[in-house]
């Protein structure tokens, strides 16, 4: 009986540092697993997200790969399951994934690097034939694309926008993203990409668009600055950043932020951030309490 008591100790043991090797410290996998949402997610930027990767591992000695989430919702409860550990996303999901996920911001986009200029605006945009709409007061009774539920600006911060535009109508978020209401017809197109194109093809009258996505799309050859019109440029927003899930350990969360922070990839910028002068910088949960605050304010009754 001794013996097999001994033996029985001995597999289990054995299972036990089987078990440990295969995981880290936090008791996970040996990976970090990266969400982008669609708009970084392009054809276009496969290689930088991947050179990133590559970079990454090289430098904490772990394996890391990259999933492409359908939405922001979709991250966060990746982020919430433990099917990701870090996220790339726009303020609003960064505010709503603090909230329902414990995520927290560890680096955010800036120009040049400098925290001062770590904002960017929402447009709202129509194709430039469409000689009847020229600024934001005109775009009641026509058909709109906002971007997704959870996005900035092209969601929140446009139907901000557009509800301090017409102060008599008594417009709330509901009214706006209802049919027939407002707007003839307002629906989601999806990703920034999405709802540009539509603009550009006379699908539908007015998107709101991230300026740094536009100027990207023009850039890269996808959209024609002739063929469409800014009619309304926001205030400032909070850039878009990573965050680390609520229950990651802390060492390995801050050799991730010093890892972006330090990050220069150029092609990574241009073609996943949608700004070659961009770097990351350090951020924390402050850096979005005034778009916390806007959702507060416009969805409070919903």
């Known amino acids: 009986m001794k013996k097999l008591l ?12 089987i078990a440990l090797t295969a995981c880290g410290t936090d008791g996970k996998n040996d990976t970090i697993t990266i969400a982008y949402a669609p708009n ?53 999901a960064i505010a709503l994934g603090n909230e329902r996920a414990g995520v927290e911001p560890i680096a955010m986009k800036a120009d040049n690097g400098d925290k001062s200029k770590a904002i960017y605006h929402s447009l709202l945009i129509t194709n430039s034939k469409n000689t009847d709409i020229n600024s934001i007061e005109d775009i009641k009774g026509r058909t709109i694309a906002f971007v997704d539920p959870d996005s900035t600006s092209g969601n929140l911060v446009p139907t901000a926008e557009i509800i301090k535009a017409f102060p008599n109508e008594n ?25 540009l ?21 023009i850039k890269n050859g996808n959209a024609n600055e002739a063929d ?21 350990d802390t060492e390995l969360k801050q050799k991730l932020q010093d890892f972006l922070i330090s990050y220069d990839n150029a092609e990574y910028f241009d073609k996943v951030i949608k700004n070659a002068d961009a770097r990351f910088v350090e951020a924390g949960i402050d850096d979005y309490k005034s778009i916390i605050e806007l959702n507060k304010i416009l969805n409070s009754g919903e």
Not at 54 to 76: F, P, R, S
Not at 228 to 248: C, H, L, R
């Open 228 to 248: 469409i019109k800014v009619i309304n440029t926001s205030g400032d927003i909070p850039a878009e950043g990573f965050v680390a899930a609520k229950d990651m």
């Open 40 to 92: 970084e997610s392009t054809e276009q930027s496969a290689d930088a997200r991947n050179g990133l990767v590559a970079d990454l591992k090289a430098q904490l000695g772990l394996d890391v790969e990259e999933i492409q989430a359908t939405d922001y919702n979709a991250i966060i409860e990746a982020l919430r399951t433990g099917k990701a550990d870090i996220a790339y996303m726009g303020p609003l």
């Open 197 to 217: 194109q539509a603009v550009i093809k006379g699908d539908v009258d007015v998107v709101p668009i991230s300026d740094q996505i536009l100027a990207s799309e």
């Open 6 to 17: 001994k033996t029985a100790a001995v597999i289990i043991s054995v299972i036990m540092t």
């Open 171 to 195: 417009l709330t978020s509901d009214r706006l993203h209802t049919n027939g209401d407002f707007f003839e017809a307002a629906n989601y197109s999806g990703k920034h990409q999405a709802g």
